[in-house]
């Protein structure tokens, strides 16, 4: 399917201003070039246009709310300085597996003053010497280059701590430990009350079996003055 008729599909008849994400991956681009995306686009957050034959991103529109972009396993060599003009805020970046061969490629993205994470795997420029060194230095702006800082220290994964965040709501907080002790708690009383209860009716019982044992002895007894009399 070519890149326009799968934009088309993944609008399913809304208007291009209520679009916040729009994946068109492994859809085909025409003569290499981005097509079917418009400037209405202007509430589009994240964007993936993954293995679609790019080329040039010359037509690119102007995307001023992108923040993440999704541009691996194409065969981009330059033309970056576009995404600063249409994308001025982005702040992820994926060009890997595309020709980025050397540092004069990816220098046009100095002008993205709020990039913090770029992917860089699988292109020739990875090969260079210093390579992570001089990315970091050319963009300081970066903090991630290929998901690790400068210290080696991995990007964290934004999914990952939403899950987390979620699970510690539902299982360990505080509340839930409240929960489980006042659980506890309510099933020892519930113990405590069954043998209250079972003391009293066994008690009860006895009761009602020495009044009964105590009602067959005068019986006994008031016989046996009878046969006296007799």
Sequence with gaps: ???????????????????????????????????????????LEFLSMVNVGLSSLAKLPSLPKLHKLELSDNNL?????????????LTYLNLSGNKIKELSNVEALQ?????QSLDLFNCEITS?????????????????????????????DSEAEDDD???EDEDGSEGGEVGLSFQVNRNDQDDDDDDEFGEEEEEGQAGVQGE????????????DEDDEDD
Excluded: H, W
């Excluded at 399913?12 to 995306?37: C, F, K, M, T, Y």
């Excluded at 002008?111 to 990039?115: C, Q, V």
């Design 1 to 43: 399917m070519d890149m326009k008729k799968r934009i088309t599909v993944e609008l399913r008849n809304r208007r291009p201003a209520e679009i916040v994400e729009l994946v068109v991956d492994n859809s085909r681009s025409a003569d290499g070039e981005v097509e079917g995306l418009t400037d209405a686009l202007t509430e």
């Design 77 to 89: 060599s330059g033309s970056l300085e576009t995404l600063s003009e249409k994308c001025p805020n």
């Design 111 to 115: 002008n993205l003053k709020s990039l």
């Design 128 to 156: 260079l010497e210093d390579y992570r060194e001089s990315v970091f230095e050319l963009l300081p702006q970066v903090t991630y280059l290929d998901g690790f800082d400068q210290e080696d220290n991995e990007a964290p």
């Design 165 to 167: 965040e979620d699970d």
């Design 212 to 223: 009964k044992r105590k009602r067959e002895v005068d019986d006994e007894g008031e016989d």
